[in-house]
């Protein structure tokens, strides 16, 4: 059964820094991967997603996750964090043929000034 | 603009009191789903419907149930609400199976309370 393990569940980066937000799944078939974010009391927005393209795929907001199959994982990252970053982002996975996403346990991303 | 509507946006009930959360969707999307999500957890799936195909997971509870009356408009509702079923309630919409890549595209939750 796929699943997906996001390290960490709290974040915190200066504004201004790199953001990485670390993710990995588990697969026994090439997966489609997801990044969502989700500002409080709302609901969750597609970041980015990978669906086995192009292996760095960019999103929205600044933000690029890489899919590295011998690793396993699809970091999210932004080379510089700003303040309205601040929120939850989850990783996910659909296998190919699935009809349900994964996700992950989220991680909440705290920008300090 | 094309988007997933839910109302209301909070909602308080009373410990077995029925309750029915409302999501419609203008992006004729032919699947619906319904995700609980409580505090600080990820969104756990409950069902979906796929047209009109009801497909419900099998660790919902009975106490969960769903219709939808067309293409845009899927409804939950709660027929005897515990204190364990506070938490948000995420409808999402996609086109197609998630299979094709398609996106899911999120409501903005409906948080509810039980008194």
């Known amino acids: 059964a796929q699943s997906v393990t996001q390290l960490g569940s709290h974040v915190s980066v200066s504004e201004g820094a790199l953001v990485l937000l670390r993710c990995n799944y588990s697969?026994?078939?090439?997966?489609?991967l997801f990044w969502y974010v989700q500002y409080p009391n709302q609901g969750l927005q597609l970041l980015l997603k990978y669906t086995s393209a192009a292996t760095l795929v960019k999103g929205i907001n600044g933000f690029e996750a890489e899919f590295k199959k011998s690793e396993t994982s699809f970091h999210l990252t932004k080379p510089s964090a700003h303040m309205s970053d601040a929120a939850e982002y989850f990783c996910a996975v659909t296998l190919v043929g699935g009809d349900k996403i994964i996700f992950g346990k989220g991680t909440r991303l705290h920008i300090l000034p | 603009d094309a988007m997933v509507i839910q109302n209301p946006r909070y909602q308080v009930t009373q410990f077995g009191k029925p309750v029915t959360l409302s999501c419609s969707q203008t992006?004729?999307?032919?699947?619906m789903y319904w995700y609980q999500q409580k505090s600080s957890q990820a969104p756990k799936l409950l069902f979906h419907?796929?047209?009109?195909?009801?497909?419900n997971e099998a660790d919902t509870p009975d106490n969960f149930q769903s219709r939808r009356p067309n293409t845009s408009f899927c409804f939950l509702d709660i027929r005897s609400p515990g204190l364990g079923d506070a938490a948000m309630y995420l409808c999402?919409?996609?086109?197609?199976?998630?299979?094709?890549?398609?996106?899911?595209?999120f409501g903005p939750g409906t948080r509810l309370t039980v008194l």
């Open positions: 999402a919409t996609s086109r197609g199976l998630l299979a094709a890549a398609g996106t899911q595209y």
């Open positions: 992006l004729n999307h032919n699947v």
């Open positions: 419907y796929y047209d009109k195909d009801f497909n």
């Open positions: 697969s026994s078939v090439p997966p489609y």
